[in-house]
């Protein structure tokens, strides 16, 4: 069956240090792949996704890459601010069909400190 | 901007007793999911629901677990008979189909 693999947090930066939340994945097929952001009180955000090998999602300074051969979708930040202090969750999808059901990781919580 | 409401933010229950948790999608989505998240585990999938009826539901969503619509806005989870291992935070989403889905703030559930 499908799984997905994050990295153990909690992770703790200063304030414009480089971020990078590794990602792996089992699962058959083509699936898509999504990193979802969680701030504190509120609900799962779609914070960016990659639909099929070597494309790469970005929003808000975030990057990933669907990576097939390493079967992995690591997140990455060039300079984290405090407001990105959240729990991150990847996730992935099966394409095709009408089986949207999401595949989450435990998720890792991200602390910057000023 | 639309977004998915879940009432209430907070239930504590007695073991055996049944709750209903409620979701308010987005007014113009089709798909509906509940998910589900124990205390420092993974958030995992419980059911989705479309076009009024179950479309997929996880070995985690027994008898004990059921879904409805009762009416054009809500969406409900009811757990028949509540069990210490029930409680977590539960998750409602919408989709309007394979894009998108967007998350409630979620309701946590407490089984004492």
């Known amino acids: 069956g499908n799984s997905v693999t994050q990295m153990e947090g909690p992770v703790t930066l200063s304030e414009e240090a480089f971020l990078t939340i590794n990602c792996t994945y089992t699962a058959t097929g083509y699936p898509s792949l999504f990193w979802y952001v969680q701030y504190p009180g509120e609900g799962l955000q779609l914070l960016l996704k990659a639909t099929k090998a070597d494309d790469k999602g970005s929003n808000k300074g975030f990057e990933a890459t669907y990576r097939k051969e390493t079967t992995s979708f690591h997140l990455e930040k060039g300079s984290v601010q405090v407001s990105d202090s959240a729990v991150y969750f990847c996730a992935l999808r099966n394409s095709g069909g009408s089986n949207y059901k999401l595949t989450f990781g435990k998720g890792t919580l991200l602390t910057v400190n000023p | 901007e639309p977004e998915v409401t879940q009432t209430p933010s907070h239930q504590v229950t007695q073991m055996g007793q049944e709750v209903i948790l409620r979701c308010v999608p987005i007014?113009?989505?089709?798909?509906f999911y509940w998910y589900r998240q124990i205390l420092g585990q993974k958030v995992e999938f419980l059911v989705s629901?479309?076009?009024?009826?179950?479309?997929?539901k996880s070995e985690i969503f027994d008898d004990q677990f059921s879904v409805e619509r009762p009416d054009g806005s809500n969406f409900t989870l009811k757990i028949r008979s509540t069990k210490l291992e029930d409680s977590a935070m539960y998750f409602c989403?919408?989709?309007?189909?394979?894009?998108?889905?967007?998350f409630g703030p979620g309701t946590r559930l407490t089984v004492l």
């Open positions: 989403a919408s989709s309007r189909g394979g894009d998108e889905q967007f």
């Open positions: 007014s113009n989505h089709l798909y």
């Open positions: 629901f479309y076009n009024n009826e179950i479309s997929e």
